[in-house]
């Protein structure tokens, strides 16, 4: 039972809890508690020294931005402006409050301002579905589309689209680069003919890719009824981030070990199963790293994908609220920073937990 643990832990990336598992178990006690504390408690403990810092920081920043405040205006309006502005800062008016980096308690604030406000448009949406069912039952008869909810999207729901348009531009990344790859890395002659156009195509900017395909899908997609927002943030999204696994598919082919392919030349397999069998399973690490860096790199340029193209998603909360400037806008990109930042290492361990049941690799490898 406890190596059935300890391999669970391991395999689900919670190897901190190793130690306290043979704690329970009574082995070496002094030990594992000693590990246990290097592996759980220390990055509590960094948790902590962080908010901390974070709290100090945004502390400075308020009472400087305080005193900035204060005194533009004492010299622009005299000593009773300052005063009054100084009394209207410590009555909490939020009109008057300076506008810095937020403090932790702040963020958390927002948070759960920005889940209050979910809930409140989760329920107006349930009662435009009620209103509309009638309705809606009738045009599905008559073979009309349905009335749909046009309000604005919550949080929750810019999250949504977001790790929808990333999954559907990594899916089109994929499904380009690794057949791309597998022919490329087939072919010492094609390796060197395409690479000029992979080095010159791989840093290019995520706002050109963007530019480039909006001029596309404008001339061929002509439908009203069409997401054209969508199509070209996730068309973006996955030219931008097909790179890592086109050259890491190329290169996996490439130098998969020669008796492999001579053991496929003696038994005269085909093409196809030479590539399924032989090729693909040889090379798989390489390509499954090329993946993982892929959604990386989509999620990562996904929000300035969005906030250009004006897609409903993370992209446009954050830029939305930089324009809003209203006093709780900074905490509200922040909680969005904690958001995005959390759901990329979620999707990376995603990845690494699928590339552990696909290759029956037990061991840790991020």
Not at 81 to 97: E, F, L, N, P
Not at 199 to 212: C, M, N, R, T
Not at 237 to 265: H, R
Not at 336 to 341: K, N, P, Q, R, T
């Amino acid at each position: 039972m406890k190596d059935k643990l300890i391999k669970t832990f391991r395999f689900c990336g919670l190897g901190f809890l190793e130690p306290l598992v043979r704690l329970a178990y009574g082995e070496e006690p002094q030990k594992n508690l000693t590990n246990f504390v290097k592996k759980a408690l220390f990055p509590i403990f960094s948790i902590l020294i962080f908010i901390a810092i974070w709290h100090s920081g945004a502390s400075y920043l308020y009472h400087k931005e305080e005193t900035r405040k204060i005194e533009k205006a004492r010299e622009d309006q005299g000593e009773e402006a300052a005063q009054a502005m100084k009394a209207c800062i410590d009555s909490g008016d939020v009109s008057c409050q300076p506008n810095t980096l937020p403090s932790p308690a702040q963020v958390w604030g927002a948070y759960l301002s920005l889940l209050k406000d979910h809930r409140a448009i989760a329920q107006k949406k349930d009662d435009f579905a009620k209103k509309t069912e009638k309705i809606n039952a009738k045009r599905a008869e008559q073979g009309k589309g349905a009335i749909a909810y046009t309000g604005r999207p919550s949080f929750v729901d810019q999250i949504k689209t977001s790790i929808k348009t990333v999954f559907a531009g990594f899916l089109l990344a994929a499904f380009i680069a690794i057949p791309i790859g597998i022919i490329i890395g087939l072919s010492a002659t094609l390796r060197t003919s395409l690479n000029w156009l992979i080095q010159i195509f791989k840093p290019v900017s995520p706002v050109v890719w963007l530019l480039l395909v909006f001029m596309i899908i404008k001339t061929l997609v002509t439908d009203p009824d069409l997401d054209k927002s969508f199509m070209i943030s996730f068309i973006s999204v996955g030219l931008c981030a097909m790179w890592a696994t086109l050259v890491n598919t190329s290169m996996g082919v490439s130098t998969v070990d020669k008796d492999f392919m001579n053991v496929s030349k003696v038994l005269r397999l085909s093409v196809g199963k030479n590539i399924f069998k032989v090729i693909l399973p040889a090379s798989f690490p390489l390509i499954f790293t090329g993946l993982r860096i892929t959604l990386s790199v989509a999620w990562m340029v996904l929000i300035a994908i969005e906030l250009l193209a004006q897609s409903p998603g993370l992209g446009s909360f954050v830029w939305e609220e930089f324009q809003n400037g209203a006093n709780d806008s900074n905490a509200k990109i922040i909680v969005a920073m904690f958001v995005i930042g959390i759901i990329g290492f979620a999707l990376d361990r995603i990845m690494l937990t699928i590339q552990k049941f696909m290759s029956f690799d037990k061991a840790e490898v991020a």
